[in-house]
């Protein structure tokens, strides 16, 4: 049931961009991306509700595909701060239960 | 605003002994849940709570207990901790959005348990 993020890990160098894939075998409702620093508590990003809606934070973008039950987080410009850990988050429909992906480790190097 | 508080942030127990997290917010959330993370790994789902009086359980939920008396508080309890519990814990809440769901989730800062 948990979603699937790829890539597993990618490394960056400033100024370079990257994409982050979620893909779900359930249907999805919305979908929330979150970033977490090593030792840190995941920290919200935005949410995408149903309707194919792009959301934008700084350089930070992100697309959802109901049909396809897929959404993608786009870093631009990367910046040395967007290392971390990256999980989409997703509300199985139909129940409450709230679900992370696997999770995309990103590193960005100067 | 403290938003989501956690305690402890530490525990190290032995194999059997049971221990209680607390976890408590002050923003009125009708959604609470807990999570665990084990090193390297992502979040997994362990109980969760759409209000006072109702728990449901998550991804993960064998070994813990739950309950939910009032809106601000959700306490995980571990029966008879053993060393494959070891790990971060977070719990975390927001507000229901209606048909679409959950809202923003805000985390609790985390605490580490080790099971000896």
């Known amino acids: 049931q948990q979603p699937v993020q790829s890539p597993q890990a990618v490394i960056l160098r400033e100024g370079e961009d990257a994409v982050i894939n979620c893909s779900s075998s359930k249907a999805l409702y919305s979908v929330h991306w979150y970033r977490q620093k090593h030792g840190e508590a995941p920290v919200f990003l935005m949410i995408?509700?149903?309707?194919?809606e792009q959301k934008g934070h700084e350089k930070i973008s992100a697309s959802f595909n109901e049909k396809k039950q897929q959404s993608s987080l786009y870093l631009t410009a990367s910046q040395l701060s967007y290392s971390g850990t990256y999980f989409c988050?997703?509300?199985?429909?139909?129940?409450?239960?709230?679900?992370f992906g696997t999770g995309t480790r990103l590193k960005v190097l100067a | 605003n403290a938003g989501v508080t956690q305690t402890p942030k530490f525990q190290v127990l032995k194999t059997g002994q049971s221990m209680t997290l607390q976890c408590a917010q002050d923003?009125?959330?009708?959604?609470m849940s807990w999570y665990r993370q084990d090193p390297g790994m992502g979040l997994r789902l362990i109980h969760y709570?759409?209000?006072?009086?109702?728990?449901d359980q998550g991804e993960v939920p064998n070994g813990y207990n739950v309950s939910r008396s009032t809106t601000e508080d959700f306490p995980l309890r571990l029966l008879s901790a053993a060393p494959s519990q070891t790990s971060v814990y977070f719990c975390?809440?927001?507000?229901?959005?209606?048909?679409?769901?959950?809202?923003?989730?805000?985390f609790g800062e985390g605490s580490r348990l080790t099971v000896l």
């Open positions: 709570s759409v209000g006072a009086g109702i728990t």
């Open positions: 995408l509700l149903k309707g194919g």
């Open positions: 988050g997703t509300e199985i429909s139909g129940t409450y239960k709230y679900i």
């Open positions: 975390a809440s927001s507000l229901r959005q209606g048909r679409t769901g959950a809202g923003e989730l805000f």
């Open positions: 923003m009125n959330h009708e959604y």
